[in-house]
């Protein structure tokens, strides 16, 4: 019986898939709203970036220095957690419907991801 590939909706593309229609891998799917989130969520966290380097270059307090890079480090676990939303979603989901193979590839890569995620 042969299998037939589902095709998903055309989205907009970002850099965590598996489609080789571009240089580097590519997305299955990408939602645009939440591509535009984490788009505003990383220009923000190079504002509080820059915002680190002043206040080093300013010598202020320690504890301060550390409570913004607290919250750079939240912040990207936030874009972080849209980012594996939208990989499970589209790439996982794509790949384990393709069948073993790219199944089992896609079930390391997952594991692979939510240790890199706990350190």
């Known amino acids: ?5 589902q095709t998903l909706p ?24 939440a591509k535009e989130r984490n788009l505003k969520r990383l220009r923000r966290i190079e504002g509080q970036v820059r915002g680190l380097q002043r206040m080093v270059e ?29 990989h499970l979603k589209y790439c996982a989901t794509a790949a384990i419907r393709e069948g073993d193979a790219a199944a089992e590839e896609m079930y ?3 594991l692979e991801l939510m240790y890199k995620s706990v350190r």
């Open 10 to 33: 055309a989205m907009a593309s970002c850099a965590c898939g598996t489609i080789d229609t571009q240089p580097g891998r590519t997305a299955r799917g990408v939602d645009p709203e």
């Open 108 to 110: 390391d890569e997952l």
């Open 58 to 86: 300013e010598d202020r307090y320690c504890a301060d220095v550390m409570t913004q890079i607290a919250s750079v480090h939240e912040a990207l676990r936030g874009v972080g957690r849209e980012l594996m939303r939208n």
């Open 1 to 5: 019986m042969a299998k037939t590939r």
